[in-house]
């Protein structure tokens, strides 16, 4: 797991995002040098091509990355892939062409016609390169081996998060595997013992690291709390000394270790809300930003703000249009919820529901096809085009353009009650689009909250200017695939 600019990225993605850059820049180039004498290439010549063919891989590279190619999950779901590719191509060709007006490229017929074949070479390129790696993943390549240790629930736990989350990118081994290997490796553990990376290790500890390396571990969970010796003995089957110390001459020869908690938050992109505990907060990195990193995110606030509004000033015009003629009652709605510290404040939104969605009194979550949801309703809050009067709040600086969803008072109170360290979530200003938005749909119940919450406070500790704009990337993948909406 790589880290750019302090926030985690799979390896394998990072490597694939580079090598597809250098590929489109290398088509792109060829492609403008075999077209330099042609009419559509004469007014740029031959000299800017290669210049030329780094600007438009890259706006390429950031469409793709908008459109979530360089998610893990997308390399293997064929139609998604396709489909996405798809729309990437044509959504990069308005891009090519305001990138190409920029630096003076002439428009004509013949280069409209050359960014069609060149975006239709990379996709084709895109799903090559994606076919391979998928093939190699399905043959094992890339697969990490990972042992998880401690105790029972945790691991469970653990183990099932690794598997919905990046099933196909880990292989989970037992501890009886590597116990078994007292067993039956006996015969040759002196000739393991021998190897010259292993002279150091005194030699009751030799045959752990022997068996690590045949077994072809990557890295070790330890799926307890560091003085839980008991459960460290138990997958060890040794003395809890002895343990430790295998997990540390494990680590001294190439071998990752992580605690749980760390692993959630490096490779699943969340807090285990499970173990949290006000030590491991108050003792963590992160959970803090600078003045000029607070600074920096209320420009970014306000001009990304103020250049949606601007831009979605008619479609705004022609839903709150649509509002008034499809059911009787007020454009916009108006609702208290729980911003920054915990201090409530009213949020704007276009109306989605009847007027008397909350007739008894009582807030309700939204469900599956809501039969209080009006018919504009139903499209506007699967565009999410309904929290566009927010941009408002941030403007007023009640909320962030990105940052947890505000909840309703009833419900935060609710959920506090059951779900520990609820309120941490506050410290930072609630926003339109966040980290758990782009990773876990809509969240109706105590559980898709608790599910929620350790991806918010994986923001609250991580957030950073530069997580802020994967977030809004991310978002309109989100918008655009209609992903999570209720």
């Known amino acids: 797991m790589n880290r750019i600019f302090g926030q985690y990225f799979p390896a394998e993605m990072a490597a694939l995002c580079l090598i597809e850059w250098a ?75 305001l990138v190409s007006e920029t630096l003076d490229v002439n428009l004509n017929g013949g280069y409209l016609l050359w960014v069609a074949k060149g975006l239709i070479v990379w996709v084709a390129c895109l799903l090559l390169t994606r076919w391979i790696f ?96 008991d459960a460290l003995t138990g997958s060890f089957g040794a003395q ?27 490779h699943l992109g969340r807090i285990n809300v499970d173990r949290l505990n006000e030590r491991w907060l108050t003792y963590a990195d992160g959970f803090s930003t600078s003045r000029l990193g607070a600074a920096a995110k209320r420009i ?17 015009l ?27 404040f009213i949020l704007f939104k276009f109306r989605s529901m009847s007027v008397d969605a909350e007739a008894g009194g009582r807030p309700r979550w939204a469900s599956q096809k809501d039969s209080r949801v009006t018919r504009v309703g139903s499209f506007i809050r699967s565009t999410r085009i309904d929290e566009l009067p927010q941009l408002l709040n941030v403007l007023r600086g009640e909320m962030s353009f990105v940052g947890p969803r505000p909840e309703r008072p009833h419900f935060v109170e609710q959920l506090a009650e059951v779900i520990p360290f609820y309120h941490e979530r506050s410290y930072v200003k609630p926003g339109i ?38 977030i809004l990337f991310s978002t309109v993948r989100v918008i655009l695939f209609r992903e999570g909406a209720r």
């Open 433 to 470: 689009t966040g980290w758990a938005q782009v990773n876990f749909p809509y969240g109706a119940s105590v559980e898709d909250a608790r599910q929620k919450l350790s991806y918010d406070l994986y923001y609250v500790k991580n957030r950073s200017v530069f997580l802020d704009i994967v």
């Open 318 to 344: 022609i839903t709150a249009l649509l509002i008034k003629l499809d059911s009787p009652g007020p454009v916009f709605y108006r609702q208290e919820r729980v911003g920054l510290h915990g201090v409530p």
């Open 134 to 229: 998928s093939f190699a993943m399905g043959h094992r390549l890339f697969v990490r081996r990972v042992l998880i240790v401690g105790g029972d629930r945790e691991a469970s736990r653990t183990r099932e998060q690794i598997q919905a989350l990046r099933g196909r990118y880990f292989e989970i081994v037992t501890p009886e595997a590597i116990l078994a290997f007292q067993s039956d490796g006996h015969a040759d553990a002196g000739a393991q013992g021998r190897d010259a990376g292993l002279a150091t290790v005194p030699p009751e500890r030799k045959l752990w690291l022997a068996r690590a390396r045949a077994e072809r571990i990557w890295g070790i969970v330890v799926a307890a709390d560091p003085d839980a010796n």
């Open 23 to 97: 590929l489109a820049s290398i088509v792109i180039y060829a492609l403008l040098v075999s077209a330099a004498g042609s009419d559509a290439m004469a007014p740029l010549g031959h000299a800017g091509a290669g210049s030329l063919a780094i600007m438009l891989a890259l706006t390429i590279g950031a469409i793709a990355v908008t459109i979530g190619l360089y998610r893990p999950e997308i390399c293997f779901e064929r139609r998604r892939l396709l489909a996405n590719a798809s729309i990437a191509g044509v959504l990069a060709f308005p891009a090519l062409l």
């Open 300 to 316: 970014m606030d306000i001009l990304v703000s103020l250049a949606v509004l601007v831009l979605t000033l008619p479609l705004m």
């Open 240 to 266: 809890s000394c002895l343990a430790g110390a295998v997990l540390l001459d494990l680590k001294l020869h190439g071998i990752h270790v992580f605690d749980e908690m760390g692993f959630w938050e490096q």
